[in-house]
């Protein structure tokens, strides 16, 4: 099932999209049951984070289309802002 970052928008006014993003560096690590991915975007200091049931294919160097929102996490009792992502695809 394809998914349209048009209704995803539409539905939710928190999410943002951006198009064309380069990707610095991808990680890949198990968290339970799941892979946790994490992204680090050519211009952005803030990591991209999303969850999936495998591993991927490496994202490092290629160009992606996003579709995200923004978010905190504690670490170490410090709030970290990340972008929890809900749609990537390569471009």
């Known amino acids: 099932m394809k ?12 999410l943002i999209h951006s198009d064309s993003l380069k990707v610095k560096s991808h990680a890949q690590r198990p968290q339970e049951d799941w892979v946790l ?7 952005y200091d803030v990591p991209f984070r ?3 049931q495998g ?17 905190q996490e504690m670490v170490a009792g410090i709030p970290v802002e990340i972008m929890k ?3 990537v695809k390569r471009t």
């Not at 991915?37 to 211009?43: K, N, P, Q, R, Y």
Request: proline letters at 5%; charged letters at 25%; glycine letters at 4%.
């Open 50 to 52: 999303f969850k999936r």
């Open 3 to 14: 998914s349209d970052p048009q209704a995803l928008l539409k539905n939710n006014d928190k």
């Open 55 to 71: 591993k991927y294919r490496t994202l490092r160097g290629a160009w992606v289309n996003l579709t995200y929102y923004p978010t």
């Open 37 to 43: 991915h994490t992204l680090m975007i050519e211009g």
């Open 85 to 87: 992502v809900v749609r």
